[in-house]
């Protein structure tokens, strides 16, 4: 009898793999930093003009409690000696985020707000009982126009379990760090790709866009932190924004994370499978989602998300102590709404909307409307001429029996917008364009105790902004490639109540970027591979091999960061700012 419960309870476990887990009863000898790879700030290499210390605060059992806020005020624009100068403006501004925790604990999901409106979406690491300590940078200066005031609080959400069994609490510090200096750079060392390109004689190179002017929260009221939670597709929170009459420019900044049932979203069965197989897993609805934008009901934007992975997912050896791609810095995502204009400058609020397409509980967002205003004009004229947004081609196709089966989605859309402006500095046209693929393949073997995730996702942006004469003043784009491959193989353990997995995940982001006429290029690759036994969500035991490749590579510089590391100590650990080769 007790074989047959446990064969059962193998199977619904197969089924809801990937799965959260904690690890902190493994020995750890002593405390240790974590960290994510990724390219130093362009303000690392000068020392900050000043700094703040913003934030200090420990988060323990702050489950369905508010967040906590502190009232920030920007730098003094001298100190009393006039030794230094950082007034506003300043070249950079960088958010420093330092934690450290020891004991038991999963991994959190946290935010930083500025007024409502969000500087950062992180995670926290899985602490061991000797503890880790971790930072995380990011640089702000497109935030400067809230960086300037006094009148805001900062705030933070970090909801936390501590008791007799998770006793980990979480130590926050925050800094922002103001520079006055600009980084000196030499020619470029790669040939521009746009040096051959002119358009009536004038070179298509442009300086990069100042921070907006105004930067306006599309959030929930902050009792539970500014992020909406969506429980399913049905769930469409939005705000009612009055966009002013003298705005020339609006693009909408996008955080998004997925928890509870969609933390694995991408490894979702359809509900038919589960059902059928009479499984107990809250995890279905599928493989695919989308976040979408909307303004008054109309569609203006999508993202399929990328897949970052928390320190306790599918394997929590992997993550000590180099973590999943985005797991410290989430991405946002870029809509450019400047097309919209002729509709939104009618001295009338304006529904701005967010959605999950086949989204299950539960999914964490919010957004930011960056403005720029006129500041020679009170009022500017646009027209909004947008192309009718394709309906999104979907295509699903399920095979099973039993526990067997293979589940493939492809899915695709393409959207394009133009509008005009005439503001002080002329007429210009901006168009925006966006498309996406998305092909996810999930099996099931072995009577469903092998489990294998295919996923890939292309997608491209671009903005182009276009004068009267046909001259390009400015023209961004960016192509993303994010594929993501996880096996689980369940196995029975050799103790009572446990099992075994056997996990492989292997998943990168490339990204291609070219703006103000120079190229850059990110190549992202980390895989993962190893085994764990486990007792209901606890790591008794296991081995993880984790192997990371981070390219980075622009005009003017080249910066690459390779690790290896085996059973959470660093084998390899070499990185280099030489133009060897391309990212």
């Not at 989430?330 to 304006?350: I, N, Q, R, V």
């Not at 364009?433 to 073997?445: D, E, G, H, L, P």
Request: proline share 6%.
């Amino acid at each position: 009898m007790y074989g047959l419960l446990f064969l059962l309870l193998l199977f619904s476990t197969a089924a809801s793999s990937p799965d959260r887990f904690t690890s902190s009863s493994l020995l750890r000898h002593k405390s240790q930093e974590y960290f994510e790879l990724g390219r130093p700030l362009p303000s690392d290499l000068l020392p900050p003009s000043c700094s703040r210390h913003v934030l200090t605060h420990s988060f323990a059992n702050t489950i369905n409690g508010p967040p906590f806020s502190s009232p920030y005020s920007p730098p003094p624009p001298s100190s009393s000696d006039g030794y230094f100068d950082c007034s506003s403006p300043w070249s950079h501004v960088a958010l420093e985020f330092r934690a450290k925790c020891k004991g038991e604990q999963y991994d959190r999901i946290a935010a930083l707000w500025l007024g409502g409106v969000e500087l950062l979406r992180t995670s926290t690491a899985e602490p061991t009982k000797k503890g880790i300590f971790w930072k995380v940078r990011k640089d702000i200066t497109k935030y400067s126009s809230l960086l300037t005031r006094s009148d805001l609080n900062l705030t933070m959400m970090l909801e936390n379990v501590v008791d007799r069994v998770f006793t980990g609490v979480y130590h926050v510090e925050v800094e922002f760090l103001y520079y006055k200096q600009n980084v000196a750079v030499s020619e470029p060392r790669v040939s521009s790709i746009l040096a051959d390109q002119n358009l009536n004689g004038q070179n298509l190179r442009i300086v990069p866009e100042e921070p907006a002017d105004l930067i306006v929260p599309i959030s929930d009221d902050g009792d539970r932190g500014f992020w909406f939670r969506i429980a399913s597709e049905s769930d469409f929170p939005s705000r009612q924004i009055r966009i002013p009459r003298n705005t020339r420019r609006v693009v909408l900044e996008l955080y998004v994370s997925f928890h509870g049932d969609d933390e694995f979203w991408y490894s979702n069965p359809p509900n038919l499978y589960i059902t059928t197989n009479n499984l107990t897993t809250g995890r279905g609805n599928g493989a695919y989602r989308e976040v979408f934008v909307t303004v008054d009901g109309e569609l203006v934007g999508s993202e399929v998300p990328f897949p970052v992975v928390f320190t306790g997912g599918i394997n929590p050896l992997f993550w000590e102590p180099v973590v999943a791609i985005g797991a410290f810095n989430l991405p946002s995502y870029d809509f450019e709404l400047t097309p919209f204009l002729g509709k939104l400058l009618d001295k009338k609020p304006h529904s701005f909307g967010i959605g999950v397409s086949d989204g299950i509980s539960y999914w964490l967002v919010n957004a930011n409307l960056h403005i720029w205003l006129d500041h020679k004009s009170k009022t500017v004229h646009a027209k909004s001429s947008i192309f009718p947004s394709p309906a999104i081609q979907v295509k699903r196709n399920a095979q099973f029996k039993l526990l067997d089966g293979s589940f493939n989605i492809k899915a695709q859309r393409r959207t394009d917008f133009v509008g005009w402006v005439k503001s002080s500095s002329g007429n210009h046209t901006t168009m925006f364009s966006q498309k996406y693929k998305f092909t996810s393949s999930i099996s099931f073997a072995k009577n469903g105790t092998y489990k294998l995730v295919k996923q890939k996702v292309k997608a491209d942006k671009e903005v182009k902004v276009v004068r009267e004469d046909g001259v390009v003043v400015l023209r961004t784009r960016a192509k993303r490639r994010y594929p993501i491959d996880v096996i689980t193989a369940t196995l029975p353990g050799k103790k009572k109540n446990t099992y075994v997995l056997v996990t492989n995940v292997t998943h990168s982001m490339k990204e291609k970027s070219l703006h103000g006429g120079y190229l850059s290029r990110v190549n992202n690759f980390q895989d993962s591979r190893g085994w764990m036994e486990v007792r209901d969500h606890d790591v008794l035991s296991g081995t993880a091999d984790t192997q990371q490749s981070f390219g980075y590579r622009d005009e003017f510089s080249c910066y690459s960061h390779t690790i290896g590391a085996v059973d959470g100590r660093l084998m390899r650990d070499n990185s280099s700012f030489h133009c060897l080769s391309a990212a």
